[in-house]
């Protein structure tokens, strides 16, 4: 079984990694690129979504926080003519790039790029051994250093809620032990322990270390505040009629989306203790189903597809409200990269 990835890539295990763009048709439905409309691609990564939407006559102002990404994205700008930039940029920061008139349509394709993963000095992979940086920007805390010098709390935190690893204690107590005597520094020692302290049943469908690793990973690059400050500022940069489309690949990011889209729906706020008194007025509505899954045909010939998850959702006239994290119920992780222990 392949490990989840993100971003349309899969890891079968031993295996080559390949990209497929998951719900690409979806995608392209949800959006309606065409002639005169400018989107936004939040996630360029490999340039799959890019390409397509540009193809279909758009054009398309592309983000992305790795540069290798720009880099690899410079032949694809000068292919087209002034209807595709690209810039080095993180996505919670896509509101700096909006034209004046705003933009038609925002998607945003949560995980992680090719090139991060083929490359064994990233450290995003344990089937590749490398460094354990996992930074995608590559600078900041890497992986190492929190595996290193977060307490053993910060650990079982990090790893239960972000990878929600049921067995985060025992790993979090075997880190502490195994670094007392010697660092980790590449992915296969970290897998390599991960494995022997929770070995792989023959019922598992994914490595040991598949949830330890997306919890670094997400926690190093604070995934989850970057993924929540983009729809803020796409709340801000789409024009009446925009849409946002987001594909997510796993629980907590899904789980994001369909918070910051329930809250932005109009309806007020209220329980059976408290009645509703009055209607916000809606800055997103509902486009299509509330959330579109891959097709069997997809997730047959992509296992990485089966895990997709696609919400959409158009722009109204209203004001942008103000950002206010405490609609998702999201822990306070941010002193844990203060490495306090």
Known sequence: MAADLGGGFTEADGGPIRHIPVLLKEVLTALAPEPGKVILDGTFGAGGYTAAILDAGADVIALDRDPTAIAGGQALVASRGGHLALHHAQFSNLDQFAP???????????????????????????????????RMSGAGVSAADVVNRAKVSDLIRIFGFLGEEKQSGRIARAIEKRRANEPFRTTRDLAGMIEIVTPRKAKDKIHPATRVFQALRIFVNDELGELAQALFAAERSLKPG????????????????????????????????????????????????????????????????????????????????????????????????????
């Open 242 to 341: 925009g849409r946002l489309v987001v594909v997510t690949f796993h629980s907590l990011e899904d789980r994001i989306v369909k918070k910051f889209l329930s809250d932005r729906d109009g309806r007020a706020a209220g329980s059976r203790h408290m009645p509703m008194v009055h209607e916000r007025p809606a800055t997103f509505e509902p486009l299509g189903k509330t959330m579109v899954s891959a097709s069997e045909e997809e997730a047959e010939a992509n296992p990485r597809a089966r895990s997709a998850k696609l919400r959409a959702a158009v722009r109204s006239q209203a004001p942008a409200e103000r950002d206010d994290l405490s609609i998702f119920d999201l822990p306070d992780l941010a002193e844990i990269n203060r490495m306090g222990g």
């Open 100 to 134: 004046d008139g705003g933009l038609d349509g925002i998607v945003l394709d949560i995980g992680v790029s090719s090139m991060q993963i083929d490359e064994a000095e990233r450290g995003f992979s344990f089937q590749r051994n490398g460094p354990l940086d996992m």
